[in-house]
Structure formats: C-alpha cells, structure tokens
C-alpha cells in the first residue's frame, strides 16, 4: 500500500506564530490566559497548560492586570477595550490574514455597504469580523441563507479565511442578480486555499483518504468535506488510535492530508501507524 502525504499537511503559519508566542510567555510569565483554545489540539492544549497557559471563555474569566492571549481567529474591539479599561496587558497572536479581513471588513461598511461574511456563525473567527463591523455585517453560510435577508443595493462580502473558494463562487453568483453594487474581497487564506486544492488532487488520485485534525477545527472539517466531495472515502481523525483495519481493505493508496491546527508529530504518528497496518495485512 502507498501512502501518499499531501506537502502541505499541518501548521500553518498563524498558528506556528501564536504557538511560538505562547511558548515564549509562559517562558517569561507564571501565568497566561488563553481567550479559547489556542489551537484545535488537545494534546498541544494541555503540554501548554502545564507550562502556565490557562485556556477562559472570555475576558470574563481574566483577572484585572492579568496576561491575556488573543488567538490566532483574532478578536472583536471589545476585547481591546475591556483589555484596557482593566488594566490587562493582550498578547495578540491574531494572524495577520484574519487582521487584513477585519480591516476590510470595516472599510466596507465605513463606506456604507452593507457586509456579508461569507463563514460558520458559531466560529470565533467569523463573529469577530462582525464585531469590526460594529455589527453591522452579516455571517451566511450559503446562498440560501440570502432568503432570509432584505439586501440593500450596496453589498461587500469578504470571507472567514478557511472557506472554499467554490462557496465563495456560488455566494456571488447568488448576489448578482439580487444587488446593483457587489464587491468582493477574497480573503480565504493562501495558506487554506493551498491546503485545499492539494487535498483535493491527492483525493482524486487515491482510494482513501485519511484527514487528520480536531472535531472542532474548521479548516480540517472543511477538508474532509473537500475530499468526501469526490466521491473517495474519507476519514476525518483526530489521532492514529482512531485508523481502522477495514479501512484499509482493498486499498492500494492513501492520501494524508492535516488541518492547519496539527502538530507534524500527529501526522507522523498516522503515517507510521498506516505502514504498520499495511505491513501487518501483507504478512496475513
Ligand atoms: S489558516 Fe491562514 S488565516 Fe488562519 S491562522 Fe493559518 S495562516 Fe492565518
């Protein structure tokens, strides 16, 4: 059995970057406090607990004149506020390309359009470029979700940066027709699109594909739906513990690709795993 390992499998650069940035604080403080999860990785999230990064659910749970980290989603203006008003110092690691859509985002609607965020509602990533909206912007999942709003004439849409340059397609076919003034700004990351168009070649040319990364990271979700969508098998992972031997019958290749949250010791964890099992069945 071949396994074939997409190139860019894993970190990308903002989360490489909040890494390092936590890596350092909790060298230099007892204490820091992680606004979320800093990354969808459960073994990478509880090695950076023990060395001192407290993971809250909000601002809420930071104590006045603490250390607090912002994520690589980036965060609302709020977050800066209450930073300031209590005296605690923001360690931001938000990732430049989700700053650069929370800066156009309020270009659009400084300028009067009225904004749709092309992404996930419950994604931290998505509700803060509407908190730079001063909420005003509006997240849509798909076209169908245009049914349930009156559009002005003047739209923008710009896009969480893990989404598929095809829903961002069929978003701005669905406006056309519906507004006299569209501009776009796509802001899917490089880092994801490239991710995903390499997944999606290594999908077509395998009979199984193998996606590795947490339940709750979009862009891995995203992934595995990417591949699902041609037809090959798919298995959305978390870690090698999960790889089953059925998976494996009548299969001459794999592909493995990795969300942008998984460590390169998990990939390689599945990869080693994989050659046992392929091993193990050439022997029975
Ligand atoms: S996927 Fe892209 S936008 Fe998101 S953190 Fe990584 S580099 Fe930044």
Known sequence: ????????????????????????????????????????????????????????????????????????????????????????????????FVARVHQKAADFAERGYRVLVLGDPNHPEAQGIVAHTGGQAVIVESPEDLRALRLPSRVAVVCQTTQTLEALRALVDALLPQVSELVVANTICDATAKRQEESLRLARQVDLMIVIGGYHSANTRRLAEICAGTGTPTHHIEDAAELQDEWLRGVRTVGVTAGASTPGEAIAAVVRRLQEMAAAADEK
């Open 1 to 96: 059995m071949e396994i074939l390992l997409a190139e860019n499998a894993g970190f990308c650069f903002g989360v490489r970057r909040a890494l390092e940035m936590a890596e350092q604080a909790t060298r230099d403080h007892p204490r820091v406090f992680s606004l979320g999860p800093l990354i969808h990785n459960r073994q990478v999230v509880e090695r950076l607990a023990a060395q001192g990064l407290v993971v809250c659910a909000g601002m809420g749970e930071v104590p006045s004149g603490a250390l607090a980290m912002i994520r690589a989603h980036g965060a609302g203006p709020e977050v800066y506020e209450q930073a300031q008003a209590r005296g605690i110092t923001l360690l931001d690691a938000t990732c430049p």
